[in-house]
């Protein structure tokens, strides 16, 4: 198949409007129209993993963190970022990367981390804002239901666990089309009254031109009047980490034990218990120190993280417990949550797992 019909359907589950500002997710090196058999999957995309998917016969590496982060000015060979973009494009081996996109969804990386430890009733940590926009409209009253239908099919009208809402409201709308116009109802000329249906419905904002496409296809007026509101609402289903609640809570140090079996990690570092059992506990994985704050104010017993640097274990002031699992074991699981969102939809693309461990950090135990 097409590479952009793989990169397509990964940027609807995890639309790349998604992603942090920081972040570079998306089509690194290729083409979207080169022709695709195997994807390598991998957390990072190394040299090691360049030439495996050479050696495999793989034409494009699905990685979680992206290769190129700011902008390279010389391909000389100096660094491994340079070696991997040069090694690729003589290769003919497309790069793309499902970073923080993925990160900040309910079925992504954090997700994972939830099911793992066996959480429940996981939701988003921090919600984004500024993702949610609203559409009104002005319908005849007759086509007001294909409108609509047309809207719900391309993305608007979604809360949460529901879909199709909208809110409609009858009155009358009035035109007057000059000597240019062929209007659908009334005549050129003359002042019209029409009975219309107002109607509204909110939608993600990296759909806009797929929802307005929609609306002036279904729309019968020449001139489609319509509305785009700018909302200031929380996406409750995006954003960055997640936090859950066990089962039956546990205490501290047993629930250290079961993490560090669940993740696979060598070692964990932690903050001094509070005394209180484990019952709430945030994910986030890889660097995300920069969510103590919701995880507190969340209620969050226990903090599930990487990357924390000395002086921020400080910042707990006795209220939580942050464990730091390691970057790598914290993102572990998406190498397989990839493998299965993309074999699950392409069942006849072959998909593999890289065998390369690219986890640069070795622990000395
Ligand atoms: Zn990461």
């Known amino acids: 198949m097409k590479l952009a ?11 790349l409007a998604y992603q942090e500002e920081y972040d570079n997710s998306g089509l690194i090196v290729g083409h979207p129209d080169a022709e695709v058999h195997q994807a390598l999957i991998s957390l990072d995309c190394t040299e090691a993993v360049v030439d495996e998917a050479i050696a495999t016969g793989c034409q494009v590496i699905v990685s979680h963190h992206p290769i190129v982060f700011k902008g390279l000015k010389k391909f000389n060979g100096k660094t491994y970022v340079e070696r991997v973009v040069e090694k690729a494009i003589r290769h003919n081996i497309a790069i793309y990367a499902i970073h923080t996109n993925l990160d900040n969804i309910m ?8 099911e793992t430890l066996g959480l429940q009733n996981s939701r988003i940590l921090a919600p984004k804002h500024q993702l949610l926009k609203k ?8 086509q007001a239901e294909e409108v609509r239908s047309a809207l719900f099919a391309a993305g ?28 659908f109802v009334g005549e050129p000329g003359k002042r019209h009254r029409e009975h219309e249906i107002r109607i509204e419905s909110i939608y993600p904002a990296n759909l806009e031109s797929k929802i307005i496409m929609a609306l002036v296809l279904a729309h019968p007026y020449e001139e ?3 509305d785009l509101y700018a909302l200031t609402n929380q996406h409750q289903q995006v954003g960055s980490g997640m936090i859950g609640e066990l089962e039956n809570p546990k205490n501290a140090d047993s629930f250290l034990a079961f993490v560090k079996e ?3 990690a060598s070692v964990i570092r932690h903050t001094a218990f509070t005394g209180k059992p484990i019952k709430k506990v ?7 120190g920069f969510l103590l704050k919701q995880a507190i104010a969340a209620g969050a017993d226990i903090f599930i993280t990487a990357d924390y640097k000395y002086h921020e274990f400080f910042d707990t002031e006795g209220k939580i417990v942050i464990a730091d699992v390691g970057h790598f074991e ?36």
Do not use: D, W
């Open 262 to 264: 669940k993740m696979n």
């Open 107 to 114: 079925t992504g990386v954090n997700a994972r981390i939830c």
């Open 224 to 226: 489609v009047a319509y």
């Open 5 to 15: 019909q793989l990169t397509a359907y990964l940027e609807s589950l995890a639309p």
């Open 330 to 365: 914290s993102e572990q699981f998406t190498q397989q949550l990839l493998y299965e969102i993309i074999q699950n939809k392409f069942v006849n693309f072959a998909v593999r797992l890289t065998k390369v461990n690219t986890n640069p950090v070795k622990y000395y135990i």
């Open 156 to 183: 608007a009208g979604n809360i949460g666990n529901y879909s199709e809402v909208s809110f409609n409201a009858e009155g009358f709308g009035t035109f007057k089309g000059n000597e240019h116009t062929n209007p």
């Open 282 to 288: 945030a994910v986030c994985g890889g660097s995300g």
């Open 135 to 142: 559409l009104v409209t002005y319908v005849p009253v007759a």
